[in-house]
């Protein structure tokens, strides 16, 4: 039984006799695990849970293992692109639902066993998170002139978040989730893991708390303080890199990942984009910025929609776990359709205009155009050449956090698309739900019609479930009393107020069924909360979202503390964040004054 080491290659070979020290010159993985108390490890799949073991104080699992390998990224088998961001302490992973999978997109093995860690990995208590199954991260490397058989250790990291995808291959959509993982420092360690801690874990003879003694002290940190502690507990380099930056590589699609996108042969012939700066310093407020200043032409008075409506397409790419460069081709008929259906009613469709010009908003790139047909661009040129574009690695990092996405939408349907039918242009781009704060919850199936005097027809229906004990004691607290404008409205036989949640339970927002995501309104502000006419500011004053004029200020109870985070996710649904430079995880809020 030995160590892993970050950075170190072994070998992972069909030859698994843990007696082997050394296979093709590189470290027999199954050596360095080998362990009298838990099975040998398995890593042919990309997610690979080591049994739960009966241990003291309850069953556990001593760690999942996870590889991810490039060679099949983006084909049938494995249509997503894993992302290491090994700089910054940052990790984006898919799960193992594929296109060819008939069952529920949570039930596939490896994302029940992630889905299975991230309730334990977001735990309230130390005792709880005690119990976490650690995750061991692996990357498939090339050695010895063959792609197969030998790995990298890469760390220890914990699972942040989770969110529900569409994702697409063989040109059919499927759902699959997509986790966001921080790895651990493991400096004190000398960045090595050691077996032991793994063997401890699996042991029946131990309690959680006795595993906990070979931890690696960043982990033993994380599991007595939990997220809140994970900015300074995540893995960072020396080289200067910013708390919040993830590096670009040359390409800024090669942005974050541990296996850069090859170049296409004609890139390095590619038009010059627009001066970029510092892109890959660009902070939330900066893109917000440049999304609220884009050069669009100006028509009878009223402001082209092609750039707008060309960067929510991208956007809602992001938001789905597509890779952020697609071929003009694609662009060209799926932009065309949105320009046609929500586009000026005297413009030209023209997806060719925003797909080479969005370029100035340096928020967006086109690569494949040679240097000398740069200058004279039109569409049969990129029906020819096919070149790919789309949003630039930064831009795309900082978009992958959900709250920054809901507010960039907002910024561009508030300042360029205000009198769209939103409902209709969000369902349209595949973004139902950031309209509105409560999300897309509920929806129906049709089985049949029955014949009757008056029609019907028979429905199956999914329904998000409500604890209404929750909702009826932050109203008791409250006593029926608007927090907004302290109405009580009277009934015949006594008063009403309504529970409305902050961070909607519905998608894309999931939010969380709980006291502290709840805010008792009257029916009025319910509706311009959910409807995000109304948000509250960090100090807790309560403003109209169009002008920013104060209305109220949100009524305190010392018994029903207010998440800030939710309140900030609000915010940002209504495109007045405006509380940090950086991302910020949205647990990590200061508490409001209310």
């Known amino acids: 039984m030995g160590s892993l080491r970050v950075g170190d290659v072994f070998r992972s070979a069909q030859n698994r006799d843990p007696s082997v020290r050394r296979i093709d010159g590189y470290p027999n993985i199954h050596h360095v695990t080998a362990s009298t108390v838990l099975a040998q490890i398995q890593l042919s799949k990309g997610i690979n849970p080591i049994a739960k073991a009966k241990a003291v104080g309850g069953r556990r699992r001593p760690a999942i293992l996870i590889r991810s390998s ?35 997109v949570g039930t596939t093995q490896g994302n029940a066993v992630l889905l299975e860690a991230l309730g334990e990995h977001q735990a309230t208590t130390p005792e709880e998170r005690a119990l976490a199954a650690p995750m061991l991260l692996f990357a498939a490397v090339s050695r010895n002139g063959t792609p197969k058989g030998y790995v990298e250790f890469c760390g220890v990291a914990v699972i942040e978040d989770a969110e529900q995808i569409e994702q697409e291959a ?10 966001d993982l921080s790895f651990l420092d493991l400096t004190a360690e000398d960045d090595q893991v050691d077996w032991a801690w793994i063997e401890d874990r699996g042991s ?35 080289r200067g890199a910013s708390s919040s930056d993830w590096r670009s590589e040359d390409d800024d699609r090669g942005s974050m990942t541990l296996f850069p996108v090859p170049r296409r042969p004609d890139d390095s012939a590619s038009a010059p984009s627009a001066p970029t700066g510092s892109l890959e310093n660009m902070t939330v407020s ?9 050069k669009v032409h100006q028509r009878n008075g009223r402001q082209s929609r092609h750039k707008p409506l060309a960067l929510l397409w991208g956007i809602s790419r992001v938001a789905t776990g597509k890779p952020s460069f697609a071929p003009w081709r694609q662009f060209r008929d799926e932009v065309g359709g949105l320009l046609a259906e929500f586009g000026l009613p005297d413009s030209s469709v023209t997806p060719e ?46 978009l992958s956090d959900l709250c920054v996405r809901s507010e960039a ?66 109203k008791k607290l409250h006593a029926d009393r608007c927090q907004v404008c302290g109405l009580q409205l009277p ?16 998608r894309p927002h999931n939010g969380p069924d709980e006291l502290p995501n709840l805010l008792v309104l009257c029916p009025n502000h319910h509706v311009q909360f959910d409807t995000l006419a109304i948000y509250v500011d960090p100090d807790g004053i309560v403003r109209m979202t169009a002008d920013g004029s104060r209305i109220g200020e949100l009524r305190p109870h010392p018994a029903h503390q207010i998440n800030a985070a939710h309140l900030r996710y609000h915010r940002a649904l209504c495109g007045r964040d405006t509380t940090g430079q950086h991302l910020a995880p949205l647990d990590r809020e200061p508490s409001p004054k209310v």
């Open 491 to 506: 009934t015949r036989f006594g008063t009403y107020s309504e529970a409305a949640h902050i961070r909607g339970l519905g």
């Open 70 to 104: 490039p060679w099949k990224a983006g084909t049938a088998e494995t249509p997503w692109h894993d992302v290491f961001d090994l700089d910054n302490g940052h990790v984006r992973y898919f799960g193992d639902h594929r296109v060819d999978h008939a069952v529920p």
């Open 204 to 238: 029946p003879e131990l309690s959680a708390a006795d595993a906990l003694t070979r931890a690696p002290r960043s982990w033993r940190q994380w599991v007595e303080q939990g997220h809140a502690a994970l900015p300074k507990l995540r893995r960072r380099t020396t």
């Open 170 to 179: 063989e040109g059919r959509s499927f759902p699959n989730y997509r986790y």
């Open 286 to 294: 900066e893109l917000m910025d440049r999304l609220r200043s884009l």
């Open 409 to 474: 939408i907002a910024v561009l349907r508030e300042t360029y698309l205000a009198d769209i039918d939103q409902h209709a242009l969000m369902q349209r781009l595949g973004l139902a739900g950031y309209e509105r704060a409560s999300g897309v919850g509920d929806f129906t199936e049709e089985q049949g019609t029955e014949a009757s005097p008056a029609a019907r027809r028979t429905v199956a229906a999914s329904r998000i479930v409500r604890d209404t004990d929750l909702a009826a004691k932050a």
């Open 353 to 398: 205009y925003p797909f080479w010009h969005l370029r100035t908003s340096q928020l967006w790139d086109v690569h494949g155009v040679p240097a000398e047909q740069a200058t004279k661009v039109h569409a049969a040129t990129f029906d020819r050449l096919n070149p790919e574009g789309g949003i630039v690695g930064r831009a795309e990092r900082l």
